[in-house]
Structures are given as C-alpha cells and as structure tokens.
C-alpha cells in the first residue's frame, strides 16, 4: 500500500465507504425495528461526521492529497445512495426523491470529470447551494432512519420527509446552477 493510502484523513474516509453494508446490514438483523433504527441512525451520523474530521484532519496533519480530494466526495455520495436506497426500501422515503438526488449526483460528477478533463474544472467548483443540499441530506436521513418520535415532540418522520423534499429542491437547484457554470465551456465545446 502507498504512504498516500495510509494516512488517517484517507483511512477515516474508507471508512464511509465500509459503512455502508454495516448500515444496511442492521435492517437484516434479527432486533425489534426500533432497535435497528437507532443503530442505523447513530452508525450513519458518526460516518457522517467523519467528512468534517477527514477535512479538518487532512488540513491540520498537512496529509492533504490527490487522492483523497477524489475519494472523499465518491465516499459522501456512496454514502447518501445507499442510505436513500435503504429508506426507499423500507417505504421512508419516495423513489422520485431518491432518484432525484441518484440522478444529480452521477450528472454532476460525470460534468466534473468533463470539465477537469477539458482544463475547466474551477467552472464547476462546490458552491454554497451544493453545501447546503448535503447538509439538508445529512439531516433528513437520519431523521428518516431513525422514524420515530424525539424527545416526546419531534415526529422525525414528518421531519425527515420535509427535508428530504427541500433536499431534493436544493438538489435540483444545485445542478441547474453547476450546468450554467458549465454552459459557455460546453458551448465552445460543441462549435469547434
């Protein structure tokens, strides 16, 4: 393994990715549902966390890299898919959402990777929309993973739902503003 593999930005990173069919995996295991929730959500919250850490860690420890400016979003991305399609699954949330936000994350990506490619990769760089579209996702889907009802008040549920819904508003608003960053290159592009 290179040294660039093993620095612990890069590690706590992988371990978004490791997260997944743990977080999957409990859905399966033989618990009361309440049970599975709580564990779903605490594991995804903590793996969560560990995008502001591995960014903060990185920066702190000067392990900045490549390598991990690549992994890290793939991970927050495998992430959130998966959670979305463990939600669809269990009927939390609706297949238009989650196609929605599937959809806008492989658009986004595949422009992103044009626009580096073609030397325009600043048209393209994460702006305040695409921000504040994760944080409305890291929000709502652990409110939906957790489906019940906090501290005597707060119906996560109902919650989850409306963020989940502002999520994929913001999603949709994001991918309209990266397309217009991108819109001058892409038209150059086409009329050589």
Not at 12 to 25: D, E, K, N, Q
Not at 58 to 73: E, H, I, V, Y
Not at 163 to 186: C, D, F, R
């Amino acid at each position: 393994m290179t040294p660039m593999l093993m620095t612990i930005p890069t590690l706590m990173t992988c371990t978004r990715i490791v997260a997944i069919p743990l977080i999957v995996g409990v859905f399966y295991l033989p618990l009361e549902q309440g049970t599975r929730n709580l564990i779903a959500t605490v594991m995804f919250m903590v793996f969560a966390a560990t995008d502001w850490l591995d960014g903060y860690l990185a920066r702190k420890l000067n392990q900045t890299s490549a390598f991990g400016a690549f992994l890290d979003p793939v991970a927050d991305k495998f992430l959130v898919c998966a959670a979305l399609l463990v939600l669809v699954h269990l009927q939390r949330t609706d297949v238009f959402v989650a196609l929605i936000i599937i959809g806008r994350e492989i658009a986004i990506s595949a422009l992103r990777e044009w626009m580096a490619h073609i030397g325009a990769g600043k048209s393209v760089a994460v702006h305040m929309l695409g921000k504040l579209k994760t944080m409305s996702q890291m929000v709502a889907i652990p409110f939906l993973l957790y489906d019940g009802v906090l501290f005597g008040r707060v119906d996560t549920g109902v919650w989850g739902q409306v963020l989940i819904w502002v999520s994929a508003v913001l999603t949709v608003w994001s991918m309209i503003y990266y397309l217009q960053k991108a819109l001058p290159e892409i038209r150059a592009r086409i009329s050589q």
